[in-house]
């Protein structure tokens, strides 16, 4: 699926030009405009979703398995892997995208929170497995 107005669709399209690193009939790998670091790129799957959870299992594979083979191919050791879901998880291109984000002793991803001390976590867990 296409959606006209998707930044990542039209660069699967090439109605706008990216850097290619990796791709394959359900994904493409690109270099992002606005680095952290040097290598930073985005894998994305062709077919339009908007969420991990909304993406085929098929390109969520080859998704992992080209991070792993360009995080080998170009020699990063340290490196972060970031998927938002949800403007208020910091989605902002609303299509289903990895990060791959190289880092060293000053630039690359930075991150802090805060744990929130009174999760339930034996319900959470009770939901997960439950029969459907």
Do not use: R
């Not at 990542?8 to 790998?29: A, D, Q, R």
């Not at 991803?109 to 976590?121: R, Y």
Request: aromatic share 8%.
């Amino acid at each position: 699926m296409y959606e006209q107005d998707c930044i990542f669709c039209k660069i699967v399209n090439e109605e706008i030009p990216s850097i290619k690193i990796y791709e394959t009939e359900n994904i493409y790998g690109f270099m992002d405009i606005f680095p952290l670091n040097d290598g930073h790129c985005l894998f994305i799957p062709k077919h339009h979703s908007v969420t991990m959870d909304e993406t085929s299992d098929v390109a969520l594979s080859e998704i992992l398995i080209a991070i792993k083979k360009v995080a080998k191919k170009l020699n990063i050791k340290n490196y972060n892997i970031l998927q938002n879901n949800g403007s208020i998880a910091h989605q902002q291109v609303m299509h289903t995208h990895f990060h791959l984000i190289p880092k060293d002793d000053t630039h690359g991803l930075q991150i802090g929170w805060e744990p929130k001390p009174s999760v339930n976590q034996e319900e959470i867990a009770k939901l997960i497995n439950s029969k459907d």
